[in-house]
């Protein structure tokens, strides 16, 4: 499918929309990544529905405004996003680690746009322990560059996500990261209320599945699953990641939250 650009929020993003049954799934990627990151989990979900995914601000393909990033921004681009595509009825969200966070976010600020929400290692708080780690990362990103910030993390042959964040823009990534950094969903995560997963990576040294539970946990009704996999579990699992957000979602029975005739969606 052809790369296809949109204008949303203010900023101009790059979109794939594989059109299926009448109900749609947003996928969002991870830090680093971009809509490329699902490539092996779309044809397994194009049966049961309509699959969207994108670059998001500062990522891939679309726009790279100046930073500094914030979450509410970065959930309103997908809420601009369903309305320039004229997507009306409510979306199965689904984020992975720091795109977790953002679906967390459109979740709360958009709670009759949002049909069920899934969340793979998400990334919503910075460990006070990896603070200064994480400073010097994004100085190194932004001294530096990609390719040597990440050198001393990246094995060779490069996995699949080492490839596509070699691609990243540094002053992006690096407002990114800084986004990262200030994030604080408490609220966010407690105004949630729409059938919710988490889901942890039982080998994620990133977000081992003590801290995702914690997430879980602030979730109204949530279900939390351990699964045998890592943090870029969209990369590395992609079977597995499909075949637990198809079950999910029947079991969320999506997507039978629809607005009432006549009442417009929360974009």
Not at 11 to 31: D, K, N, S, W
Not at 83 to 88: E, F
Not at 144 to 161: K, V
Not at 209 to 228: D, Q, R, T
Request: proline share 7%; with cysteine.
């Amino acid at each position: 499918m052809p790369n296809r650009w949109i204008e949303a929020n203010g900023v101009q993003l790059r979109y794939e929309l594989q059109a299926g049954p009448p109900r749609t799934i947003v996928l969002l990627h991870e830090m680093g990544g971009m809509l490329e990151s699902w490539d092996a989990v779309v044809p397994l979900l194009a049966r049961f529905a309509s699959v969207l995914r994108y670059d998001q601000r500062g990522a891939g393909l679309s726009e790279k405004p100046p930073g500094p990033y914030a979450i509410a921004q970065a959930a309103d681009d997908l809420a601009g996003l369903l309305a320039a595509l004229t997507i009306a009825e409510p979306v199965a969200v689904v984020g992975a680690a720091v795109g977790a966070a953002v679906a967390a976010a459109f979740a709360a600020r958009h709670p009759r746009a949002t049909a069920a929400l899934a969340l793979l290692a998400p990334a919503t708080v910075l460990d006070e322990a990896k603070r200064s780690l994480t400073e010097r990362r994004i100085a190194a990103i932004e001294r530096l560059g990609i390719r040597q910030a990440f050198a001393d993390e990246t094995a060779e042959p490069r996995s699949r996500y080492e490839e596509l964040r070699l691609a990243a823009d540094p002053a992006a990534l690096a407002a990114t990261w800084r986004m990262l950094a200030g994030l604080d969903l408490e609220a966010d995560l407690a105004a949630i209320r729409c059938p919710s997963l988490v889901v942890a990576g039982r080998h994620d040294a990133a977000r081992p599945p003590e801290h995702v539970a914690g997430v879980a946990n602030k979730i109204a009704g949530a279900e939390f699953l351990v699964l045998e996999t890592g943090h870029v579990m969209a990369i590395d699992t992609p079977e597995l990641v499909a075949s637990t957000l198809r079950d999910f979602l029947v079991r969320a029975d999506f997507p039978a939250t629809r607005p009432a005739d006549g009442q417009a969606l929360d974009h």
